[in-house]
């Protein structure tokens, strides 16, 4: 059992990092995570990472609704560190990846694991339906409108920086 936790930890990261937005939440789900799989065990009809996916979305949820007030802390550009003219180059790929990561945060919280399920951890939408327990169509659906609304989101600052 240990040993199929530890080969999850790396998908679980990922997904945690994209649900969360910033690393320290996503560290917290992802060790929530395994503490409830180390003491509920796994299913044994079921492939190890879906679930392990399903439990971590099921704790971001109730974590997300719990700690409102402390992702807005993090994201406040006020209580980050100032940037030396060094790194520009550095930081203009992170400020594209927080406009994104912005972006996501303001999706609805099923668009955001939708996307996360699919764009950044590479499932297939068969495999999200059956992880989210929703059908294809809807996984199909809700990820159609979080493009089109993350397109939305981030085409105003790319076209300024474009123009």
């Known amino acids: ?4 936790v530890t080969s999850l930890l790396p998908a679980l990261r990922r997904f945690a ?12 789900i992802v060790q929530m995570t395994i503490e409830k799989l180390l003491q509920k065990g796994m299913p ?6 879906k679930w392990a996916f399903k439990i971590c979305r099921n704790v971001w949820i109730d974590e997300y609704r719990s700690q409102k007030v402390r992702l807005k802390a993090v994201q406040n550009t006020e209580l980050q560190e100032p940037v030396c003219d ?31 399920l699919v764009a950044v951890q590479g499932m297939a939408y068969k ?7 929703i059908p294809v169509g809807t996984v199909m659906s809700k990820l159609s409108r979080a ?9 105003p600052d790319f076209t ?3 123009a």
Request: aromatic letters at 4%; a negative charge; hydrophobic letters at 35%.
């Open 1 to 4: 059992m240990t040993n199929t």
């Open 17 to 28: 990092f994209s649900l969360t937005g910033n690393q320290a939440d996503a560290d917290d």
């Open 44 to 49: 044994d009809d079921i492939e190890p990472l």
């Open 86 to 116: 060094d790194e520009q180059e550095s930081f203009a790929t992170q400020e594209t990846l927080q406009r994104v990561n912005n972006a996501l945060t303001s999706l609805p919280d099923e668009q955001r694991a939708i996307v996360s």
């Open 127 to 133: 495999d999200v339906a059956h992880t989210l327990e």
């Open 147 to 155: 493009r089109a609304a993350l397109y939305q989101l981030i085409k």
């Open 160 to 162: 300024k920086e474009n």
